[in-house]
């Protein structure tokens, strides 16, 4: 069936270091693929998508491209805030018998220190 | 604000009990969707509606059932309570069906503690 594989958290950086959180799925057809943030005491907000493949999706200096040939959609930022501190999930979706399924990742915490 | 308005925020119950969430979705999404974030941060896929019809079922266990109703906002019912349900239950709604961007808005959550 459909997965979603994330790198494990949780992930410690310093201020304006490189981040890159990796993702990678398996699924049957041509998904769609997100990035989704949770900022502390909040619900998932979409950070970032791409519908096919070679699509770049970018967001608040954010950015991931829909791989195929890897099956990867990587979540990367050059210069990271303290203000990114939160759990973040890749998810991909499709059409399944008619209905829209969405399968997360685990999600990986992110923490950024000053 | 995503427009997905869930309540209680807080809930705090014994075990063996039975407690109801309420999900309202954006205006105009007909699509609601049941997550469970456990203490680990996973989410777990509970179950789908798409305009008052279950149309996806994940890991949701028998204790447990939800609806949508004609106005199209959700209930989830959890029952017979145990210590493992306490949890974060996330409501998401999106607009449509089939053909759509896959993006779902998240309301807050509901925080449900069995004791």
């Known amino acids: 069936g459909d997965s979603v594989t994330q790198m494990e958290g949780p992930v410690t950086l310093s201020e304006e270091a490189f981040l890159t959180i990796n993702c990678t799925y398996t699924a049957t057809g041509y998904p769609s693929l997100f990035w989704y943030v949770q900022y502390p005491g909040e619900g998932l907000q979409l950070l970032l998508k791409?519908?096919?493949?070679?699509d770049k999706g970018s967001n608040k200096g954010f950015e991931a491209t829909y791989r195929k040939e890897t099956t990867s959609f990587h979540l990367e930022k050059g210069s990271v805030q303290v203000s990114d501190s939160a759990v973040y999930f890749c998810?991909?979706?499709?059409?399944?018998?008619?209905?829209?399924?969405?399968?997360f990742g685990q999600g990986t915490r992110l923490t950024i220190n000053p | 604000d995503s427009g997905v308005t869930q309540t209680p925020k807080h809930l705090i119950t014994a075990t063996g009990q039975r407690v109801t969430l309420r999900c309202s979705p954006r205006s105009g999404d007909l699509s609601v969707y049941w997550y469970q974030q456990s203490l680990d941060q996973g989410l777990q896929f509970l179950i789908q509606y798409y305009n008052g019809e279950e149309r996806a079922k994940g890991n949701i266990l028998e204790r447990f059932s939800a609806q949508q109703f004609p106005d199209l906002h959700s209930e989830l019912n959890l029952s017979s309570l145990e210590l493992g349900d306490s949890a974060l239950y996330f409501c998401?709604?999106?607009?449509?069906?089939?053909?759509?961007?896959?993006?779902?808005?998240f309301g807050e959550g509901s925080r449900l503690t069995v004791l």
């Open positions: 998810a991909l979706s499709r059409i399944h018998q008619g209905a829209q399924k969405l399968v």
């Open positions: 791409a519908t096919k493949a070679d």
């Open positions: 998401a709604s999106s607009g449509g069906l089939a053909g759509h961007t896959g993006e779902l808005f």
